[in-house]
């Protein structure tokens, strides 16, 4: 069965750091963009950052543009969000897409 699992959210105070996972089982990874989403209440869910199938190249979008790095290990069938310099507007819940899935979305909260 195929499922993508978010781990590694929480409270963190402003200025602070987080890594997001996004672990998948049922399928391998190898061979497939995969994108990080958010949704903030009373907000549109959207794109954070997408990784290519080969790593190579990525993208962000520009309210995390050089605070966050998307990374892939697709031996541990895993994606990762390094988030750095959090800022209370980061707090959602977020989300890892891949093809059609999603994720159930852990909880990312920045407040002091």
């Keep these: 069965q195929l499922q993508l699992v978010e781990s590694g959210g929480g409270l963190v105070q402003p200025g602070g750091s987080l890594r997001l996972s996004c672990a998948a089982s049922g399928f391998t990874l190898d061979y497939y963009a ?10 549109e869910r959207e794109g954070v950052s997408c990784i290519s199938s080969s790593g190579v190249t990525t993208n962000y979008a520009d309210s995390v543009k050089g ?6 290990d697709n ?5 990762y969000l390094q988030m750095n310099s959090l800022k209370p507007e980061d707090t959602a819940v977020y989300y890892c897409k891949i093809n059609v899935y999603w994720g159930q979305g852990t909880q990312v909260t920045v407040s002091s």
């Design 67 to 72: 605070r966050f790095t998307i990374s892939r």
């Design 75 to 79: 031996a541990k069938n895993t994606v």
């Design 34 to 43: 995969i994108s990080w989403f958010r949704q903030a209440p009373g907000k």
